[in-house]
């Protein structure tokens, strides 16, 4: 039996035409789960997609609904999956790129628009994140103006499109630059000029990712005035907490990078303050929330624009110590298949320590590694590894170093304001998570969904992890050992002396795996 049919959100999506941009995205395939399983009485949802890598959109389709969230319904309730309907278009062009027969379909049909697509790399280039996150957020609402039928605009923003202060309200702050302006900048200047201008254009932010989005709140802002407009600002977007399978995420962004590095031994430092807090919001809350503002918006008819904190910080805070923590503890009692080395390493909060670290523990065993392939004939791959990783972990330092203090008292207050059935059915209460259980469900996640490993895997990969467990000790014996007659020889100073225990300090020694 399909839940959510008693609840008032349920009923509310009764016979509704729903248009959603970045269905393919994470968040925009747990969305249209979840709408199609709570809601089942919905009537149609339009997919705004373009054509990808010699792929039409009805084969881009496919590969959506061949996603593991979708296996129940396939199972149970396949025929809301003929509720799915693609509109061919591309957010980044004038009029979303649709055809004049689509643009009368959904100015004559969609009540609801949950606006998710955008392009979420933090290195973007300025002018595909101007393109996607602000100039496609403009298109979209001046196509919207014509829907007559239009309830509730939901426009997936972040909390970090203000991170240049440290106490975010849900209130609009002063752009870091005029959208307009920067539109015409973008179209106006050489791609090398624009590059090279990047970082003086977005100032204080730290990222063409945060800049943009923070942009985008602008076009809305204006925009309120004439259309119902909900913004919702995640912070970490995490994996699935409860459903539709707990642990599921689909991508290496964010802490997923972190946990799939660190258990196949290929990221042994990060610069992080492990004191702080790491606000993460799993997907399946983040989704709750959306689905649950456009009922609010809809029905309570406000005349000014909501926005939501979908952050977990102020309610139910987790520090990147715990996340260090659990992670290991985890990652070694359900290990990956074929690690690389065995788990270990720590934050680092000094960068010249981390920077030793990271040649230390990260470069040299690539360099060394390659070494031995090209000697053997077989193709060096792991400084090249190696180089993807640490770019993706610079991109995150700005926030493993810094902390937010994000006020949610909408999203808290409108739980509280929910019938106590559609509160079960569109959990967003992030009081009620455990995080040491929920990272549990994370690392088994992000073996199954991300690495592909099968559970039925586990038990060889235990025996795997004990002998890297050896082989990881006798490396630290080596070390110590080479260190030992070098100092012995007289062939060090006493400050090297004091920089190989300091270097030797960062080794980590962790405990043996213990099998299950």
Partial sequence: MMSGSEGHIAEFYRGRHILVTGATGFMGKVLVEKLLRSCPQLDRIYLLMRPKKGQDVSKRLDELINAPIFDWLK???PEQLKKLTTVCGDITKPVLGLSEQHQRMLQAEVSIVFHSAATVK???ALRQSVAMNLQGTKTLTQLCLNFPKLEAFVHVSTAYCNCDRQEVHEVIYAPPADPEKIIQCVEALDQDILDSMTEKIIKNRPNTYTFTKALAEHVLLKQSAHLPIAIIRPSIVTASWKEPLPG?????NGPTGLLAGAGKGLLRTILCHRNKVADLIPVDMAINLMITVAWHLATIRPNRLLIYNCTSGSSNPIYWRDLEKWGHQFLVTHPFSNVL?????????NWLINKMCVYAFHLTPALIMDTISLLTGQKPV???IQDKVQKAVTCLEFFTTHEWQFMNDNMTQLLTDMHPDDRNEFDFNVSALNWESYIESYVLGTRQYILKDDMK???SAKKHLRRMYWVHRFSQLLILALGWHVIRSG??????YNILSRI???IPLSSLPRSK
């Avoid at 599921?248 to 290496?252: I, P, T």
């Avoid at 080395?341 to 909060?349: A, D, L």
């Avoid at 062939?491 to 090297?496: D, E, I, N």
Wanted: no cysteine; glycine share 8%; net charge neutral.
């Fill in 75 to 77: 199972q149970h309730h």
């Fill in 122 to 124: 933090f290195d973007e």
């Fill in 248 to 252: 599921w995420v689909d991508n290496l």
């Fill in 341 to 349: 080395w065995y788990p270990g390493g720590s934050f680092k909060s």
């Fill in 382 to 384: 792991m400084l090249r």
């Fill in 457 to 459: 895997s586990m038990n």
């Fill in 491 to 496: 062939k060090l100073t006493t400050l090297g």
């Fill in 504 to 506: 030797l300090n960062f």
